[in-house]
């Protein structure tokens, strides 16, 4: 169940504005402000954090590309916090291969229709604004998707099957259906068929968010092992005098530290407009997600049975931990950025 008390409070206190620019009353909008902001959140509840993530992905793509009116109608509701956005790329058949999307955008009048459908959405039934990407072309591969602002109460759109999922339990997940939504000109994002060039600069924004997502969990997981191994005491001295648990808790605070520094370095690169920003990126989404299973698995070790059962958190922590090494690219894509652009680098350098 979505988190809306929390959503709420979070709104509330003023955490939404230091997260979008002043022109839309906001106070800033920069990475490094979020990733923080994001960070804290997801210490506590990995879930409460989506709230924070998905709508900022949802409207980047607006704020970069759309037009002035575009921005103007769209972002400040959500800098008030009184719409949110969903990022609708992906598909059942379509998750790391963009390219094969089904969803089609097609010329009505002097507007769109959108059919498809998208499968794996945050914020699903919840959020009433949604940037959808749709093949414009479907000739054309990468250069024929577009993308497009989509209200949840058009004609034609419906939330189908919700997941029920291992991990981040409050924040829903589900299909998004187009059955023919017309959708007026003006709601374009952007150029049409520049949707995947704008899809993929949007996730580089992203990643090393969901790094810091995913370290904020593993931190948080962290400091309840700690609490736990001062206090429990096996054959009369507490488990954190061992040095096997001061090893495993040494390797973790490095690990933990070094994922943190790799993201906000990666997010001043953003900031600065740095053009190698997305080997980095990529490179702090999979370091930090892949930290934090580790880490959260530690932590169950750490407090043994008790770390298995509903009393503590870091079952919790662990489980959603998971879904950091999963979307916005899976790890293994990560990979692959990584390595291909240190390859056409070389390239570059020797051609």
Known sequence: MFPRESFEAFRDAGFLRPLYPEEYGGEGGDTLTYALTVEEVARACAASSLFVVISRLGVMPILRWGTSELAARYVPPVVEGASQFSYCLSETEAGSDVASMATRAEKSGDGWRLTGRKAWITNAGVSDRSTVFAKSDPEAGNDGISAFVVESDMAGFSIGKLEDKLGVRGSPTGEVILDGVEIPAENLIGEEGRGFSYALTALDGSRPIIGIQAVGIAQGALDVA??????????????????????????????????????????????????????????????????????????????????????????????????????????QIQRMVVARRMLDAVVGERS
């Open 226 to 331: 700690l609490g736990y191994v001062v206090e429990r005491k096996q054959f009369g001295k507490r488990i954190a005098d061992f040095q096997g648990i001061q090893f495993m808790l040494a390797d973790m605070a490095t690990k933990v530290d070094a994922a943190r520094l790799l993201c906000y370095r990666a997010c001043e690169m953003i900031d600065a407009g740095d053009p190698d920003v997305s080997r980095t990126a990529a490179m702090a989404k999979y370091f930090a997600a892949d930290t934090a299973m580790e880490v959260t698995t530690d932590a169950v070790q750490l407090l043994g049975g008790a770390g298995y059962t509903k009393e503590f958190p870091v079952e919790r922590m662990m489980r959603d931990a998971k879904i950091t090494q999963i979307y916005e690219g899976t790890n």
